[in-house]
């Protein structure tokens, strides 16, 4: 009678074991289905490219090093980091750059003995574009040293000299950034461009050009950071100088101004100087 039962159940188990094998396969299938619908991520997220010189590093070896590189560069179309030997208003820096398809300019108001912002503004067409970017930047900056004024007015800055003196400076160093962008001042010191290795050297001989930096390496401008030479900076890219009490109006200084790659935001952290800008890893 034993023998007779064995049968049904070895088919039972038969059955069932394949019944497993099929479900197993179809978990199967679905996963891979899903993972193929799926959008592939981004890889370059939190990847950023330096352009530029670094702080403390020699200007002259930079020079050299980014002549050097650009006379052996051999990739197709490249980005590149053009600075100039002086400030230049929006009509020069068109004029220096005539012909090169541009990206974006790089700028500050260089006032005597101040720290002032380092701004990235986008610019396809020269100067149109970087007007425009300097009169936003200008708003910005009315709104910064308004912001800078209420603090000031403040009772913790009453009852604190030191910072009602902070938040004083800050707002009269936003306000002469903002009248100097307003009237389109000569604040453009360096330029984004793409182009062919060819353009790129002539470029570089041009008369007001300091240098052409190539970085083919560059993918993608809104994860890579510049760092150009101020146009006074001649021995050693220094850190940030700041005298509050030297007057003047514009003209060149000797300090290193912090970088932003974008507009900083409306509210300025309590420093003197400019809005809140992101210090160099460089917008």
Do not use: H
């Amino acid at each position: 009678m034993s023998d007779d039962a064995a049968p049904p159940r070895r088919s039972r188990f038969a059955a069932l074991t394949w019944l497993a094998l099929a479900c197993a396969l179809v978990v199967l299938v679905v996963a891979v289905a899903q993972r193929r619908d799926r959008p592939v991520s981004d890889r370059t997220v939190g990847e950023v490219t330096r352009v530029g010189v670094a702080g403390g590093a020699s200007i002259p070896a930079y020079l050299r090093a980014a002549g050097e590189e650009l006379a052996r560069l051999d990739a197709p179309d490249a980005y590149a980091l053009v600075s100039f030997a002086d400030y230049l208003t929006p009509a020069r820096a068109a004029a220096a750059l005539d012909g090169a398809p541009v990206s974006a300019v790089v700028a500050r108001v260089p006032l005597p003995g101040r720290q002032t912002e380092i701004v990235r503004i986008a610019a396809l067409r020269l100067p149109g574009d970087v007007v425009a970017g300097m009169a936003d930047v200008a708003g910005r900056k009315d709104r910064e040293a308004a912001d800078y004024r209420a603090r000031a007015a403040a009772p913790a800055a009453t009852a604190d000299p030191e910072l009602r003196r902070v938040y004083e400076s800050g707002a009269v160093v936003a306000a002469r950034e903002a009248v100097a962008y307003r009237a389109g001042c000569a604040c453009v010191y360096a330029a984004v461009v793409r182009a062919a290795p060819d353009a790129l050297r002539a470029l570089a001989g041009r008369p007001g050009v300091r240098v052409v930096d190539p970085a083919p390496e560059v993918a993608r401008l809104d994860r890579t950071v510049f760092t150009p030479p101020l146009p006074e900076q001649r021995d050693v890219a220094r850190p940030p100088a700041d005298t509050p009490d030297q007057g003047g109006g514009m003209g060149d200084s000797s300090e290193a101004a912090r970088t932003v790659s974008g507009p900083s935001p409306t509210a300025p952290a309590p420093v003197p100087g400019s809005g809140s800008p992101n210090p160099a890893p460089t917008s």
